[in-house]
């Protein structure tokens, strides 16, 4: 059974930092792409960060760059988000994605609220 379960969500004020973990099972987690995508209230979900499988390569949306640190841990089948500076735009629900295609994989999200 795959899944993959997000955690580290919480409240925290601006400037202030966290970190985000998604804990992957049931499937071959080192040759999947994983990404991190998110969702306010209102929007549209948008992409975050992805981090390659094979050559670890990462890219951000540029809303993120400087702030945020994708990584990943192939031994603890576990993907990290490593979240600074934050800002109350950055509040949204952060889910997890695995890809490898054409198989696609989605946690259930965890919520990141930024706010004094």
């Known amino acids: 059974q795959v899944q993959l379960v997000e955690s580290g969500g919480g409240l925290v004020q601006p400037g202030g930092s966290l970190r985000l973990s998604c804990a992957a099972s049931g499937f071959t987690f080192s040759i999947y792409a994983m990404s991190w995508y998110r969702q306010a209230p209102g929007k549209e979900r948008e992409l975050v960060a992805s981090i390659a499988s094979a050559t670890g390569r990462v890219d951000y949306a540029d809303s993120v760059k400087g702030r945020f640190t994708i990584s990943r841990d192939n031994a603890k089948n576990t993907v990290y988000l490593q979240m600074n500076s934050l800002k109350p735009e950055d509040t949204a629900v952060y889910y997890c994605?695995?890809?490898?295609?054409?198989?696609?994989?989605w946690g259930k999200g965890t919520l990141v609220t930024v706010s004094s």
């Open positions: 994605r695995a890809y490898y295609y054409p198989m696609g994989y």
